[in-house]
């Protein structure tokens, strides 16, 4: 025993020495390539959409390695995608990568290269996300990432991209910290819990009148941390939250927890997550106690499959989306999902919508940045794209207008409230 | 066990460990009772009887399910991973004929709506006969060649079936969650109105069912052990394999029965599961089956009425801890494990569990 | 010959079951995509009038059919007569029935499908396209029929290909096994280099070199995979610690792996804290408490045996990961969002953070483990460790103190798994609840048992297969986990023991499988 006490206090002592060596500088700095900041992020401006710059020979940005993404001909420009595809949360990464794929598809072809997505399976997890980014990472002709889904994976893939210049656009990572983190590649096409959150206990509190506020979420990160912003900003207002409850994802009786929130009678019941969740909830209501109380959802269940699932028992209740209630573009893509997927948009999970944007919107960009030279390759310039997804203006996507400030919030539009109405979703009162 | 006697009763400090947490824990339980319902009372009866109404059904399919861990462990020794798996496959059966039924135009209206009874019942059917079956072929196919083998290797076995299970499922039927289609009488979240308190509480008529019919189906598995000649040869393999097959016992076919009849309980689990609370998906026997592996471990592996009681006691548990502790109910399954290991402390084999101990790894 | 035909007709039976899930799990249509990369004929001209994809659909059958044959012939080894025939018949049969099976589903399907009828609200992968593709272009009914023809022709040839190629009706691997000890391990040079350590070392050092010089050539991807592979060896000794030596079952090992991940989190990021401790620091920091940790769960539970302390430990597993995302902790450990901005190393004011340093820290991390293992397991401790899961009692009556025995090796189980945790929180820069569910608890005890219990090299194999498998089978896409689920189930099939069982217990298993649970099962009354 003695020995291995020995051998334990020299490590200790070593580990202590080699922290003062280390002396404070504990803070990550990504690694920027020296090119990151030299290429000229004007380049793309110069370039109407749709008409390609062309050059002779390697293009001067080009000209330190892997400043720039080659792809010679016959190979495609490839949008990676970590989404989870198994496991419990698999519906939600089988839609965006659908709905993507379908962006992808619209694309076309570009001065004779076409584009492709990958989508890999990320479990939804920090340590998927991680493996499925250093997978990309390790591919020189993947260019941008339409993802990823789910904020644990977003957040540990998010500094391999910075490392490697590759912009990432998240159609679902509704995390407030994850622009706060001062990343040059994450952008959202979706607005923060934060907005929403501040929105919902609004409306809530002035429009419904609502004073006695019980909210569930789901424990995790995305509905947890909505409901935490409505919790706080409902009681700003002076409105009064009486229960603050999570149920167990995955599970399918929430009864036991209802019945004790219905035993506070509050007004109304503010849902922060997803609708396989809302559903059970929505379904239970009734018969734990809760009836005649409002169901107040978030985005994540807004969709057909609420609707579907939850019959008259849904009848009157609240959800958000930034959806506009329609248009030809989104009367035209729902079709074209129908038609490869076999199911409608918007039943697999609430994302299908920003998803496609997500995807659409870096092609166009990858677009306006990438240059064709007589050599035959396409040269995308990393830094430059970076940049440009950062300074998208005036975008219209399926999910309305699409605007990067300088953090890369790009979801110009605020949410909208619909309520259930003869079991179809229409937008709520103003 | 002579080697184990000691020479004199001396008390040993984990005895008084043990003493100061049983005295600790009862105590403050107790003091919880009193806060909650006389000193000054959270809930009103009604919220209670919810309470009890949720814990009850949620409970008994525990059983259900718990059961076929039981019976499996009993004979095998083998925790059978796969089990809540076998409960899902059970699920999209009853799912299917009820889909059928609603599409068969009948009296009126369609099949299951005019026939509720034999709608159902021919869900409870196709969901046992397929789970049955399926726990037959994974009996067969992942744990046979490995009798004999050491004991953690057919639950890694197990585990590797339960994962294709899953993903089997979830590529064959899609990703999406799916809603049983009761029939009209059966609609989830109708029931009986009991006024509690001036308040209204509701007895679910798929609650109703899923309580008696477990119960009646753990009475019927329980006279099947004890009674009948395939109990007495499932009893006889599981206290010792060799001799049983001496004594005749053709042990293989005893051990394929056991995988029927718990997959079947399993399957008829599952149907309950579809049509009191609706949900099937390819993940939908995860959580059910770790519970119930919970909830056999507690009654005490090996027994049958262990399971049962193990079931009943998580299902309240989950409903009624959260409530009389007066912690959040996010934190249900914290006060059901730690329950689970104050009660292996002092019982080391579960409730009713059996005397043996020497069990190896 | 009844028996052959019996035989043949269940091979089919199976294979023809295997087939038609393939088909309705939408398999044929990967696997077609997967064969025009590797045959690289994606702009292939149509041959017979198809397409690269139904060209590819076709092959793919074809090698099913043709495997199916094989084994539907090569169940019977001599039949009077004209071993060839049999062999077709018998191939031939074998594919008939799978062909039939097959047929009959495609007709079905392909005849609903253009009548309209939408498969896939039920079945997900039956959209009209994959289906129409199935069909190669013929009408359903002649679908079918093509299916059953081709498939009885395949089967017949791949009965005919076992007979031709296995000599005889021995099979070529046997005859390799065989070739090899008759001529070639008698010869004196290769004796002696058999039996002289210098090569055993060089062999052993030509691999460790390898292992070295390989995160320079991997890339950034396979590092980060070796990396994984890296932290769960890590997690699979110290299981190997508590499952393989000592004998106890632990299914909450994600616990401990958890603490080692929220304390270097905790202590080293800017959120929620603001500590922003040194790495190195908190490395022992995190070792130690998770050993704490393991002594404070281990104490009240010990006494409990087998799977009684599985699923004990499996609960408190569980209660460490719904405690550090719950609302009432949530300030304390970062909640569900988790803690991002987690520190990296630096050594000597020079940043190890990058991807290769990472991997050779881990590398590192598992030597010194590997080596504290070594000498653990052949010191007295070792020894009472393996007594103690070889017979509690009887050790205990050697003098042994089983509770002292078993506490330590929880303790330094659970150290290696915080050495683990922190290194796996460092790497991936943040950390959250989801990391740690049970899946990670289940994925270690399954490293220690498909490596072999109780051996060093085992828990490296198991870690490769466990963690490194997955990244290799992306190729798969979705039927990744599910082909690595079978995977799981044959590999224990395969080798019961392990990949590479530790000598004694190799021993064990091969010689009185069934002896040894004889003894077990006496002792257990």
């Known amino acids: ?430 | 066990m002579p080697i184990q006697k000691e020479p004199a009763r001396r008390v040993k400090p984990y005895q008084i460990i043990q003493a100061v947490t049983g005295i600790g824990c009862a105590g403050y339980l107790l003091y919880r009772l009193y806060t909650v319902l006389i000193g000054s009372p959270t809930y009103g009866t009604e919220t209670w009887a919810r309470f009890m109404i949720a814990g009850l059904i949620l409970g008994s399919v525990y059983a259900l399910i718990a059961i076929g861990y039981t019976l499996v462990y009993g004979i095998l020794r083998m925790i059978n991973f796969a089990h809540g798996d076998i409960m899902m496959i059970g699920a999209f059966g009853g799912y299917f004929t009820l889909e059928a039924a609603k599409s068969i135009p009948a009296g009126g209206s369609n099949f299951s709506d005019a026939y509720p009874f034999a709608a159902v019942l021919a869900a409870f059917l196709a969901g046992v006969a397929i789970a049955a079956l399926s726990g037959y072929f994974l009996e067969k196919i992942a744990y046979r060649p490995l009798r004999g083998a050491p004991r953690l290797v057919p639950l890694i076995s197990a585990i590797g079936a339960s994962i294709f299970l899953e993903n089997a499922a979830q590529l064959l039927f899609g990703a999406q969650r799916r809603d049983y289609a009761n029939p009209a009488v059966l609609t989830r979240g109708e029931g009986w109105t009991l006024v509690i308190n001036g308040a209204k509480v509701i007895l679910p008529y798929t609650g109703a069912l899923t309580v008696i019919l477990s119960l009646l189906l753990m009475v019927a598995l329980y006279m099947l052990v004890m009674r009948t000649r395939l109990g007495r040869a499932m009893r006889a393999v599981s206290e010792n394999k060799q001799v049983a097959a001496l004594m005749g016992i053709d042990v293989d076919g005893v051990i394929s029965q056991t995988f029927i009849i718990s997959g079947a309980l399993a399957g008829a689990a599952g149907v309950m599961w579809g049509l009191h609370l609706g949900l099937v998906y390819h993940f939908v026997g995860f959580i059910p089956g770790i519970k119930a592996f919970t909830a056999a471990v507690l009654g005490g592996i090996g027994s049958v009425p262990g399971a049962m009681l193990g079931g009943l006691f998580l299902g309240l548990v989950e409903s009624l801890g959260p409530a009389v502790l007066g912690i959040s109910f996010q934190l249900k399954d914290v006060i059901a494990f730690g329950i689970l290991v104050l009660v292996l402390i002092f019982r080391p084999t579960g409730i009713v569990g059996e005397a043996l101990t020497e069990e190896k790894v | 010959m009844k028996n052959m035909i019996r035989n043949s007709l269940r091979t089919g039976i199976v294979f023809g079951i295997i087939t038609v899930f393939l088909f309705l799990v939408g398999f044929t249509g990967t696997a077609a995509n997967i064969l025009a990369d590797l045959l690289n004929n994606e702009s292939a001209p149509p041959l017979f009038g198809w397409a690269p994809p139904m060209l590819n659909t076709v092959i793919f059958v074809g090698l099913i059919g043709l495997w199916a044959g094989a084994s539907g012939a090569s169940r019977e080894k001599d039949v009077a007569g004209d071993p060839y025939g049999a062999a077709v018949l018998g191939g031939g049969i074998a594919g008939f029935v799978q062909g039939l099976l097959t047929g009959l589903v495609m007709a079905l399907v392909g005849t609903l499908n253009e009548r309209g009828v939408m498969m896939s609200k039920y079945l997900a992968e039956l959209l009209p396209a994959a289906v129409k593709q199935a069909m190669l272009g013929f009408p359903p009914p002649g679908a079918g029929a093509f299916y059953l023809l081709f498939l009885t022709a395949a089967g017949a040839l791949g009965g005919l290909a076992t007979r031709g190629l296995g000599r005889g009706g021995r099979r070529p691997r046997e005859a390799i096994r065989t070739w090899a000890r008759e001529k070639v391990e008698v010869l004196p040079w290769v004796q002696s280099l058999r039996r002289s350590p210098a090569v055993k070392y060089a062999v052993y050092g030509i691999l460790l070199l390898g292992i070295l010089l390989l995160p320079l050539f991997a890339g950034q991807y396979w590092n980060y995979t070796i990396g994984t592979v890296g932290i769960y060896v890590l997690l699979g000794l110290g299981l190997n610690i508590v499952v393989g030596l000592a004998g106890l079952l632990d299914l909450g090992y994600v616990a401990f792996f958890a603490i080692g991940a929220y304390a270097m989190a905790l202590l080293t990021a800017p959120t929620p804290h603001n500590l922003m401790w040194n790495f190195w620091l908190v490395i022992p920091i995190g070792i130690l408490l998770a050993a704490v940790t393991g002594i404070l769960l281990g104490a009240p539970v010990l006494r409990m045996r087998g799977d009684y302390l599985a699923i004990v430990t499996l609960g408190f597993g569980e209660i460490i990961r719904i405690l550090s995302k719950s609302d009432d902790l949530s300030d304390f450990t970062g909640g569900p969002r988790g803690v991002p901005a987690v520190a990296g190393p630096d050594f000597f004011g020079l940043n190890v953070n990058s991807g290769i340093a990472f991997v050779y820290l881990i590398f590192l991390s598992v030597l010194l483990v590997i080596f504290v293992t070594n000498r653990l397991q052949n010191s007295r401790v070792g020894r009472a460790w393996e007594a103690m899961r070889e017979d509690e009692t009887v050790s205990r009556a050697m003098g042994i103190n089983t509770l002292t025995q078993k506490l330590l090796a929880f303790a330094i189980g659970a150290a290696f798994a915080g050495l683990g945790g922190a290194l796996f929180a460092s790497r991936n820069q943040f950390t959250g609840p989801e990391d740690f569910n049970l899946m990670v608890s289940i994925n270690v005890v399954a490293v220690v048992i498909v490596g072999g219990m109780g051996s060093i090299p085992g828990v490296i194999a198991g870690a490769l297969v466990l963690k490194g498998l997955p990244e290799m089978l992306r190729q798969l896409e979705d039927y990744r986990v599910m082909v690595f689920g079978a995977l799981l189930v044959v590999m224990m099939l395969w080798r019961p023991a392990g990949l590479i069982p530790s000598s004694r217990r190799k021993m064990e298993i091969d010689k009185d499988a069934g002896l040894a649970e004889t003894a077990e099962e006496g002792r257990g009354k």
């Open chain 1, 1 to 430: 025993m003695k020995r291995q006490t020995m051998i334990l206090v020299s490590v200790l002592v070593l580990s202590i020495l080699l922290a003062g060596c280390g002396g404070g500088t504990t803070a990550v700095a990504p690694t920027t390539k020296p090119a990151d900041t030299a290429a000229p992020a004007t380049v793309e401006a110069t370039a109407p959409a749709g008409e390609i710059t062309a050059v002779a020979g390697v293009p001067a940005i080009c000209a330190d390695d892997g400043a720039c993404a080659v792809i010679k001909p016959g190979v495609t420009v490839k949008i990676g995608m970590g989404a989870p595809m198994t496991g419990d949360n698999a519906a939600f990464g089988q839609d965006i990568s659908q709905a993507a794929k379908i962006a992808v598809e619209d694309a076309g072809t570009f001065a004779g290269f076409s584009f492709e997505l990958l989508a890999e399976d990320d479990g939804g997890s920090a340590e998927g996300g991680a493996a499925v980014a250093n997978k990309f990472v390790a591919d020189p002709t993947v260019v941008a990432i339409a993802g990823h889904i789910f904020s644990g994976a977003t957040l540990a893939a998010m500094p391999i991209y910075e490392a490697a210049s590759i912009p990432m656009m998240s159609p679902s990572a509704t995390n407030p910290p994850l622009t706060a983190q001062g990343s040059k590649v994450f952008n959202r096409c979706v607005f923060t819990d934060a907005a929403q959150g501040k929105f919902a206990a609004t409306y809530l509190f002035q429009n419904l009148k609502i004073t006695k506020l019980a909210i569930v979420h789901d424990g995790q990160a995305y509905g947890q941390g909505l409901a935490q912003v409505v919790s706080d900003e409902f009681t700003a207002l002076g409105g009064e939250v009486v229960a603050f409850e999570a149920v167990t994802p995955g599970e399918s009786d929430y009864s036991a927890v209802l019945a004790d929130i219905a035993s506070k009678s509050p007004q109304a019941l503010y849902f922060g997550g997803y609708t396989a969740e809302g559903v059970v909830i929505v379904n239970q209501m009734k018969q734990s106690g809760l009836d005649g109380v409002t169901f107040f959802g978030d985005d994540g269940t807004f969709g057909q499959d609420f609707l579907d699932r939850t019959g008259a028992n849904g009848e009157g209740a609240y959800s958000t989306s930034l959806i506009p209630p329609a248009s030809d573009a989104r009367a035209i893509f729902d079709a074209a999902y129908l038609e490869a997927y076999g199911q409608p948009a918007g039943k697999l999970s609430p994302y299908t919508w920003t998803a496609y944007d997500s995807a659409a919107v870096l092609i166009q960009v990858i677009k306006s940045v990438a240059i064709l030279s007589d050599d035959g390759n396409l040269y995308i310039p990393r830094a430059a794209l970076v940049a440009a997804v950062r300074a998208v203006k005036d975008y219209q996507g399926l999910s309305g207008t699409i605007t990067c400030d300088a953090v890369g919030e790009c979801s110009a539009s605020g949410p909208v409230f619909n309520i259930v109405k003869d079991g179809k979703w229409v937008e709520a009162p103003k």
